[in-house]
């Protein structure tokens, strides 16, 4: 049987304050980093900007890689990239319905898990690439336990 993986690239973007840019979904009741899945044919790096285009309308450059994430059991890999804004202006559309910059400690409760842990990760270390497994309850998981 051949294995096969979910490949998300996602973002931590930050303003001079120090907020980090956040979208709210359309399609759930929720809060999460730009990014998604990766397409045949593309790299993790060129996904996370052709996310950060589609969802925010800011054009943006990779900085650096800041983690790499598993799920074992969800058969799941996420890279997670610190990203610059270039261009382009925050633009609503049919994958955002908000977007915003918000402190680490005004994330909303209905924020991806694993991206919070991800965003906590480079807050305690800026200096070096993180490779961890997470555990956390799905965003879905989340919304059904918000009662959302």
Same mark, same amino acid.
């Not at 294995?3 to 690239?9: E, H, M, R, W």
């Not at 045949?40 to 589609?54: A, D, F, N, S």
């Not at 800026?126 to 989340?142: C, D, F, G, V």
């Given at each position: 049987? #051949? +294995? ?8 931590? %973007?930050?303003?001079? *304050? ?6 709210? /979904? ?47 059991? #969800? +058969? ?8 610059? %804004?270039?261009?382009? *202006? ?6 955002? /319905? ?51």
């Amino acid at each position: 049987m #051949k +294995n096969q993986f979910t490949i998300g690239c996602f973002a931590i %973007i930050l303003n001079e *304050k120090e907020e980090i840019l956040i979208v709210h /979904r359309n399609d759930y009741d929720l809060w999460n980093l730009p990014g998604g899945g990766m397409d045949i044919g593309e790299t993790p790096e060129e996904c996370v900007i052709r996310e950060i285009k589609e969802e925010t309308g800011f054009k943006a450059e990779l900085i650096k890689l800041q983690g790499i994430y598993t799920k074992k059991d #969800k +058969n799941t890999i996420s890279f997670s990239f610190i990203c610059n %804004i270039i261009g382009g *202006k925050a633009t609503l559309n049919d994958e955002a /319905r908000a977007i915003e910059f918000v402190s680490l400690k005004d994330i909303p409760k209905n924020f991806s898990p694993n991206q919070k842990e991800r965003i906590e990760d480079y807050f305690q270390d800026r200096n070096h690439t993180i490779y961890k497994q997470q555990k956390n309850a799905s965003s879905l998981e989340l919304l059904k336990e918000l009662g959302l």
